[in-house]
């Protein structure tokens, strides 16, 4: 694996990573975090069927050109079949924790503490949201208005117990089904009326939709309404939520995976696709933009992870999508 070092993108070693099945990587997530403590950013990075949770520390300025960066071991999860990890802050302490999401629904539901030691080494505390129950998908935020984070995962959610996310199992509550959902499934209030509503995209066929969450039962139990996004890509597997217009308001982005599942996925073979959708939100209705298009297999597609930043300082944000079609950048011209 290698990185690519602005503003001239010179090709810098990083790691090696092992195939996996016929056309995978043993790689579906990576996390900037200055790990050690010192000043620079290392790469925490998650693997499909592997129990080892490693991260690569940054040799610094000077060393780049010199070979692979030092492989520390984080944690052993016990777990494999991950379909994506995540780097979540979800105690609001201002650290973030590390958590898998799993396509194996009898998995364990666990999130990671990292511990930094006084040498700069890290490690990882294991906490148990519940010993079975994880899926495809995920995402964080405060579904009942409590203040709390929350897990969402695409068998419903998990809520945050009143007494912290590390004192206990966590409720379930079986309020949805969410076929493959995307990873992230992005959990905001989207309609202004002061409950969180979820978007997410089906990751392995067609369909991008929002949940809105509506009054609540007396008891509590919330109510949810589907709407449907859009229906015309499949393979929405990852999902960003950023301003790429410059109009103060953020977008939705998302586009076609390209090859999931070794082109055995619904629409494994339609042409390749990355977008943006406007919310209305007078109107209750989405725009649609096109960014790239392509045909299979030739041009950009989202892969498991979508980043947004101004890469060039010309104060637009740009789009980087790695996956089976290559790794590409989408410069924001601003037209």
């Known amino acids: 694996e290698f990185w ?19 056309d995978y990587m043993q790689n579906n997530s990576e996390h900037l975090y200055d790990m050690d403590g010192d000043g620079d950013l290392d790469v925490l990075s998650g693997a499909f069927t592997l129990k080892n949770v490693d991260w690569f520390e940054n040799p610094g300025e000077g060393n780049y050109a010199k070979g692979l960066w030092s492989v520390h071991q984080l944690v052993d999860t016990g777990t494999g079949y991950n379909e994506a990890t995540f780097l979540h802050d979800i105690d609001g302490d201002g650290t973030p924790e590390f958590i898998e999401n799993s396509w194996n629904p009898k998995n364990p539901m666990q999130i990671f503490r990292l511990v930094r030691a006084e040498d700069g080494s890290v490690s990882a505390s294991k906490h148990v949201v519940s010993k079975s129950g994880n899926g495809h998908g995920m995402g964080f935020g405060d579904l009942n208005g409590d203040g709390r984070r929350d897990i969402v995962f695409q068998s419903g959610w ?11 199992t966590w409720e379930y509550h079986h309020d949805f089904d969410l076929p493959h959902a995307s990873c992230p499934i992005l959990i905001l209030d989207l309609n202004k009326d002061g409950r969180n509503d979820l978007i997410w995209s089906d990751g392995h066929s067609y369909g991008l939709y929002w949940q809105e969450q509506l009054t609540p039962q007396a ?6 309404r589907q709407h449907l996004i859009d229906k015309s890509f499949s393979q929405g597997h990852s999902l960003a939520w950023d301003d790429v217009d410059n109009d103060g308001h953020n ?5 076609k995976r390209y090859y999931a599942h070794s082109g055995n996925d619904a629409g494994a073979h339609d042409d390749m696709t990355i977008q943006y959708y406007k919310w209305v939100t007078e109107t209750g209705t989405w725009t649609k933009h096109i960014i790239s298009t392509a045909p299979a297999g030739e041009g950009p597609g989202i892969g498991l992870q979508i980043r947004v930043h101004d890469l060039d300082g010309d104060g637009l944000k740009d789009i980087v999508v790695p996956g089976k079609s290559g790794t590409h950048i989408l410069w924001n011209e601003g037209k």
């Open 4 to 22: 690519y070092q602005a503003p001239d993108f010179k090709q810098r070693p990083l790691r090696k990573i092992l195939p996996f099945g016929a």
């Open 158 to 168: 998990y809520e945050q117990p009143s007494s912290g996310p590390f004192s206990g």
């Open 219 to 224: 008891d509590g139990t919330i109510i949810w």
């Open 251 to 255: 977008e939705l982005i998302t586009g």
